[in-house]
């Protein structure tokens, strides 16, 4: 992880409801509950982008990137326009269901279920195929991401948190 770190010399936190399609190589941090970070980068190209989203469907309101469905088409238009080529690895994660629910009705979908199926749901939409997923569980993740190469490191976290891995194709 040190050598990721020492390789990029721009460093940048991403909030929920914020994206990141930059020109220039970035190492992108963010924390993940039951938002997710969708990941997409064009090896041809060397173009990467990165949203976090919070809540499934924008429901009509226009841009608003705190939601999936908005977030993941805003990223891949742009990643398109900046020259990312047919070649897109494209990365899935959190979704997790970090509170403890009672009276939690199994049938019923957790906000964080529901967004990786409307993030699930939109890429196929958009005829891009995941390459790594690290979804669900009852944990939070701390991802980091290099819009250099596309690697994305996971650290999960919890009461027994997981050491750093990564998830590249």
Avoid at 38 to 48: A, K, L, R, Y
Avoid at 91 to 117: C, D, H, P, S, W
């Amino acid at each position: 992880m040190k050598g990721i770190i020492a390789s990029h010399s721009c460093r940048v936190y991403l909030r929920p409801g914020e994206v990141l399609v930059p020109r220039n190589p970035v190492l992108v941090s963010t924390l993940l509950g039951s938002c997710v970070a969708v990941t997409m980068f064009s090896p041809g190209s060397g173009v990467g982008a990165i949203c976090h989203a919070m809540l499934p469907d924008n429901a009509g309101e226009n841009e608003n990137l705190r939601y999936v469905d908005t977030a993941v088409r805003y990223i891949h238009r742009k990643i398109m326009e900046y020259g990312a080529k047919d070649d897109i690895a494209v990365k899935l994660f959190g979704g997790a269901q970090v509170l403890a629910l009672k009276n939690y009705a199994a049938a019923r979908l957790t906000i964080g279920e529901m967004n990786v199926a409307r993030a699930e749901e939109i890429l196929n939409q958009l005829g891009l195929t995941l390459t790594n997923v690290d979804i669900g569980g009852c944990y939070g993740r701390k991802l980091y991401f290099s819009t250099m190469n596309g690697a994305v490191y996971i650290r999960r976290m919890g009461p027994k948190p997981t050491s750093l891995y990564g998830v590249n194709p």
